[in-house]
């Protein structure tokens, strides 16, 4: 089992960048595939982006392409997601998330199908 905490949410301005850190621990974080999510007020938690255990694979949502960009550094157990030129509707909890194995976009793409999750890390942008 892994336990997943991220970190780096905050306050900032639309046209800001934030990075967020997702620090893991029990198990190393090269045997999963990695995402991160949000979930706005009131609504169902939505996917950002993926990425493969090795990185050599990603999927990002049509919504953040461009201006978000997800890593991971096996070595040191976390990945990050560098969001740049954010907007007011980027506002959310932000969740990173961990499964077993990558796979086709529907799959990675529901949140049913994550195993791990964080505790979440508020981002709000102020326009």
């Known amino acids: 089992q892994v336990q997943l905490v991220e970190s780096g949410g905050g306050l900032v301005q639309a046209g800001d960048s934030l990075r967020l850190s997702c620090a893991a621990s029990g198990r190393t974080l090269k045997s999963y595939t990695m995402g991160w999510f949000r979930q706005h007020p009131g609504k169902e938690r939505e996917f950002v982006v993926g990425?493969?255990?090795?990185?050599?694979?990603?999927d990002y949502a049509d919504s953040v392409k461009g201006r978000f960009t997800i890593s991971r550094d096996n070595g040191k157990n976390t990945v990050y997601l560098q969001m740049n030129s954010l907007k007011p509707e980027d506002t959310a909890v932000y969740y990173c998330?961990?499964?077993?194995?990558?796979?086709?976009?529907?799959?990675?793409?529901?949140?049913?199908?994550?195993?791990?999750w964080g505790q979440g890390t508020q981002v709000t942008v102020s326009s």
């Open positions: 990425i493969s255990w090795s990185g050599r694979s990603t």
């Open positions: 998330a961990a499964r077993d194995g990558w796979g086709r976009t529907a799959l990675i793409r529901t949140f049913h199908n994550w195993n791990y």
